[in-house]
């Protein structure tokens, strides 16, 4: 199991992938606003998408796990 994180402090612009979804290494899977930049959440690791654990429009801190990979 692999969780990614949140690497800055901003709000969830856009979720790119479902529950169930295959991800590859350097996939984007969230994307965040902060500063009215729009920064990549990439995997670090392949495998099936289990949790997502955001919403589009949360806030969220720089640590935060975002995305739950099986």
């Known amino acids: 199991m692999a969780e990614i994180e949140a690497h800055i402090t901003g ?4 979720i790119e992938v479902s529950v169930g979804d295959q991800v590859e290494e350097g996939d984007t899977v969230v994307i965040l606003e902060s500063m009215k930049m729009e920064m990549p959440v990439e995997a670090e690791d392949s495998g ?10 949360q806030a969220v801190q720089e640590g ?5 990979l099986e």
Request: hydrophobic share 55%; aromatic share 6%.
């Open 48 to 57: 099936t998408v289990a949790e997502i654990l955001c919403e589009e429009g």
């Open 11 to 14: 709000t969830v612009w856009k």
């Open 64 to 68: 935060d796990v975002l995305v739950v």
